[in-house]
């Protein structure tokens, strides 16, 4: 299909995370019209194994594809060490953008020599990001942490109760006792902890995430395919496989704005 400057970007995450990069696209671009799909009915993709997550990418990504999307953004570090080459293989032509934890941008900012990562399980357990701390940890000392059930309280929308503050802290405490003073926020629900994770955490220490960094690719990628879109943007259209009253319920409060929500059957 060819595919006009005018048609939307899809936009996916296990579930509400991605909308933390979503966010920032918006900021960037926002003559760009935007698809989102939380595939909530399957959260955590961080507990789940690479083969299940590469089957949740191809039908998502086949999704967009049918829907006349002109990219494809993983909004997801999870999804993106698990599916991003399949995706890639399968669609050589569509402009794909992944994400990866920001070990280069901690390891260029990094003073103490010690860098903390937050993410999940499926993420700190895989090759990529074992391959992407060989090629730019040279220096410095990389501490990883997996967070499991943050996303699912994230999912609630509890970004301030004691459970959460409870477990933050928990995960949060051996990277200061490491002497981290970069923080690597690697999972893209994370990033709705930051006001929370500042107040457990003096001003001096950097918190990093990469949804500004997807966004400039994505700019990067749509500009040389010629695909940057002149505008206005149609209204944002989302998707998720859970229910879909949970996600109307949590879209204003990560949002911020109104957007049609629909459920996603496949
Ligand atoms: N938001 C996702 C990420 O960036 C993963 C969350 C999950 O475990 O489902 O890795």
């Known amino acids: ?40 009915g399957h959260i955590p993709y961080g507990e789940k194994t690479p083969e299940f997550i590469r089957q949740r990418c191809a039908v998502i990504a086949e999704f ?36 990866e934890p920001a070990v280069k941008p901690a390891a260029a900012a990094t003073r103490s020599g010690v860098v903390g990562v937050l993410a999940t399980t499926g993420t700190l357990q895989s090759a990529k990001f074992a391959a992407l701390l060989d090629r730019f940890a040279i220096d410095v000392q990389v501490i990883t942490q997996p967070c499991p059930g ?31 003073d970069t923080i690597i926020l690697g999972c893209t629900h994370y990033p709705f902890l930051k006001p929370l994770l500042r107040e457990m955490i003096p001003d001096s220490i950097s918190l990093i995430d990469t ?36 996600f109307r319920n949590i879209l204003p409060l990560l949002w911020n704005k109104t957007g049609n929500v629909r459920f996603f059957t496949v």
């Open 150 to 180: 943050l996303v699912e309280l994230i999912e609630t929308g509890d970004l301030v109760s004691p459970a959460i503050r409870n477990l933050l802290r928990g995960y949060v405490e051996p990277l200061l006792v490491a002497g981290c």
């Open 1 to 40: 299909m060819t595919k006009t400057s005018e048609a939307p970007i899809g936009v996916f995450d296990s579930g509400v995370g991605g909308l933390s990069v979503l966010g920032e696209i918006h900021r960037l671009l926002p003559n760009e019209s935007l698809l989102y799909v939380a595939d909530c």
């Open 64 to 99: 967009f594809h049918a829907q006349g999307a002109k990219a494809l953004v993983l909004a997801c570090n999870t999804a993106t060490v698990a599916g991003v080459a399949d995706l890639r293989e399968r669609y050589p032509n569509w402009p794909i953008v992944g994400m």
């Open 211 to 246: 949804g500004g960094a997807v966004a400039r690719q994505l700019q990067r990628l749509l500009s040389q395919h010629q695909l940057l879109a002149r505008g206005p943007a149609l209204e944002s259209q989302f998707w998720t496989s859970g229910p879909p009253e949970l």
